[in-house]
Each structure stands twice: as C-alpha cells, then as structure tokens.
C-alpha cells in the first residue's frame, strides 16, 4: 500500500513561515483524498486541512484558515502545506494522511499515514 514520509518541519520565530512536504510511494498518489493533522502533547489529533484527488477541492480547519495553504503535484507524488503567520499554538507534531475516499475532516477515515514531523512555533 502507499507509503507517506513528512518533511520539513522544525523550529520558525512566530510570524514566520514553513513548508512541509509529504511524499507517497508504493501507489500513485491520485489514488488519495489527502490529508494534513498535526498533534500536541496529551491532546487529539487535529485536522488542518485536507485535498480533494484532483486538487479542485480543499478545506481547512478553523484555526489556520487563511493562514495554510494545502497543495498536490500527483506528477511528484507530493503533497505541500505552506503555512505562513506562524503562531506558537501551531506547535505539533505534524501528520500526512491518505484515504481513498472523499476529502474529509474526521481522523477515521483516514486508513494511511505518515510517521510525523514536529513544527516549533518561538514566540
């Protein structure tokens, strides 16, 4: 089945900006509705936002609308989350799903992920 790996996480000043990078291999990645969540210590995996196959479609959560930006290249099999005015609540641990399915924001309906990447926020 697909394999998703993360990249491009670190440590960013608060207003600063960071790209992160999810790579599938194993099956195409136009096979997948995709997905970004991202996890603080002792809280719920939360969704950020998520891609249609196509790339037509996108959504995203509450807390960085118009700050995160998801994009996919399928001829790369890449997925992107450009997240710019970063701010210390976005410190998490940063997760790349994969579902077959529709785009969605419920954590269950995403079979496949990613082993994560940590994003530090300074204030």
């Known amino acids: 089945q697909v394999q998703l790996v993360e990249s491009g996480g670190g440590l960013v000043q608060a207003g600063g900006s960071l790209s992160l990078f999810c790579a599938a291999s194993?099956?195409?990645?136009?096979?997948?509705?995709m997905g970004w969540f991202r996890q603080a210590p002792g809280k719920e995996r939360e969704f950020v936002a998520t891609?249609?196959?196509?790339?037509?479609?996108?959504y995203y959560g509450d807390s960085v609308k118009g700050r995160f930006t998801i994009s996919r290249d399928n001829a790369k099999n890449t997925v992107y989350l450009q997240m710019n005015s970063l701010k210390p609540e976005d410190t998490a641990v940063y997760y790349c799903?994969?579902?077959?399915?529709?785009?969605?924001?419920?954590?269950?309906?995403?079979?496949?992920w990613g082993q994560g990447t940590q994003v530090t926020v300074s204030s």
């Open positions: 891609i249609s196959r196509s790339g037509a479609t996108t």
């Open positions: 799903a994969a579902t077959y399915g529709s785009s969605s924001l419920r954590r269950e309906d995403y079979p496949y």
């Open positions: 194993g099956r195409p990645l136009n096979n997948y509705a």
